[in-house]
């Protein structure tokens, strides 16, 4: 089948949902600049290609919905709205309709069952505000060496956006929490388009849930989120990957039993002991594993690329965005004669510790040749990058320094 027919064939039996009336008169161009170790057919595969309110973003893959981020947009420590990355994990994604709307709060820990509105929703809590990164736990999985099976994501599953909310705290906290909960579940709006897919379930720990940064947002810097990052309320989890952020959130289930199905175990979880000082998910860790928690510290050169020529005499910058599980980054790194030496980078402006930080270095190369530029990034309680990959079955916490080739001539 040609891609033109799949697409129309998909937009057809997609017609009800948000984002299946997307097909018709889709934008298309190549892909930017990609990293060197996606797979030749990842990047082969990979267009540009524009959801409704979305700039062209890198498709992955059309149903379910995953688009990329190009790196072009986390230059700045705040992705914008329409550049942000989309992950879904299910084919049917209804239109929320505002005025439908209801988030429902129960369980067997919940002292009463509760149902909001958004207007009762806003006016009954504190709002609050928050910059965090929302990665997706796939981050780089495409750069995997040997292959993962999954989306064969680039460096851009990953977004940072100032979020606007009430706390998850204060909304359980009116349904009451009993003394035996251990964790609260949540569920979406999306579906399955088979009865036999698992729907997308998840839970953090109680303790998690209550932290006073763990909220409902309906905000993403200054407007109403888009459908596709889950209008018109998500969970934002600060620290934990992109998992637990459900969107389009209808559901709480305060529990007093640990959350089954597909999404908790088998899927999203990390081998026992591989990587070290994660946060702890206690009631749902196994001796051979345990759910994927907090995101480990990062970094991304969007300045220059693997393969760039300058001129001798020339200032080369290498600036970019570092980030991690909401320790915040204490220290930037930058190597431009493949790690024999580093040198620190300025950082920039400190949006809080669940945010990317800008950081840049410059040098100027006297003498021809081929520089190896690397970057390490170091969080407040000394974690740093690997220089090698930790491998694991999902390809998880890809967070290896980067290696860029500059070539002086
Ligand atoms: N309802 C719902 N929420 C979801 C998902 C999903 O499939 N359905 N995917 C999760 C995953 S794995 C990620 S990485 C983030 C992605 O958020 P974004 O699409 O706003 O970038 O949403 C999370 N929330
Ligand atoms: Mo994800």
Request: proline content about 7%; overall charge positive; glycine content about 12%.
């Amino acid at each position: 089948m040609k891609k033109r027919d799949f697409l129309a064939g998909a937009g057809g039996s997609l017609a009800a949902g948000a984002l299946g009336a997307l097909a018709p008169g889709l934008a298309r161009a190549a892909a930017p600049w990609q990293p060197g170790e996606l797979a030749e057919g990842t990047v082969d595969s990979a267009t540009l290609e524009a959801l409704p309110g979305k700039v062209p973003l890198i498709k992955r893959s059309y149903r379910p919905t995953n688009y990329e981020t190009p790196i072009d947009y986390l230059r700045t420590a705040i992705t914008p709205n329409n550049a942000f990355f989309v992950r879904w994990h299910l084919s049917g994604i209804p239109e929320v309709k505002l005025r439908d709307w209801r988030l429902k709060v129960g369980g067997e820990a919940a002292g009463k069952a509760l149902e909001f509105d958004m207007a009762t929703l806003r006016r009954e809590f504190e709002q609050v505000e928050l910059v965090a990164v929302c990665q997706c736990s796939g981050n780089r999985r495409g750069m995997f060496q040997p292959h993962v099976a999954g989306v064969e994501w680039g460096v851009g599953a990953m977004g940072n956006a100032r979020w606007t909310g009430v706390r998850l705290r204060d909304v359980l906290d009116k349904a009451g929490v009993k003394g035996g909960a251990i964790e609260v579940a949540f569920n979406g709006a999306d579906g399955g388009v088979f009865p036999a897919t698992p729907d997308f379930v998840k839970s953090i720990p109680v303790d998690k849930a209550r932290d006073e940064h763990t909220m409902i947002a309906f905000e993403m810097n200054g407007k109403p989120l888009p459908a596709a990052n889950g209008f018109p309320a998500r969970l934002i989890v600060p620290g934990w990957t992109g998992t637990y952020w459900m969107k389009q959130l209808t559901d709480l289930d305060i529990r007093t039993k640990p959350q089954g199905g597909f999404w908790m175990n088998p899927a999203y979880r990390v081998p026992a002991g591989r990587f070290p000082k994660a946060d702890a998910f206690a009631t749902q860790a196994t001796p051979a594993n345990t759910p994927i928690t907090d995101i480990v510290v990062n970094s991304l050169v969007t300045s220059i690329h693997d393969g760039e020529r300058v001129h001798r005499g020339q200032t080369v910058e290498v600036a970019g965005i570092a980030w991690d599980g909401g320790r915040g980054i204490r220290e930037v790194q930058v190597s431009i004669d493949a790690g024999r030496s580093w040198q620190p980078a300025k950082l920039g402006h400190d949006y809080g510790p669940y945010s990317f930080r800008q950081y840049s270095y410059r040098f100027r190369p006297e003498k021809e040749g081929v520089y190896l530029v690397m970057v390490k990034a170091t969080n407040a309680r000394g974690d740093t990058q690997t220089m090698n990959l930790v491998h694991n079955p999902a390809g998880y916490h890809h967070n290896v320094v980067e290696r860029i080739q500059v070539e002086v001539v």
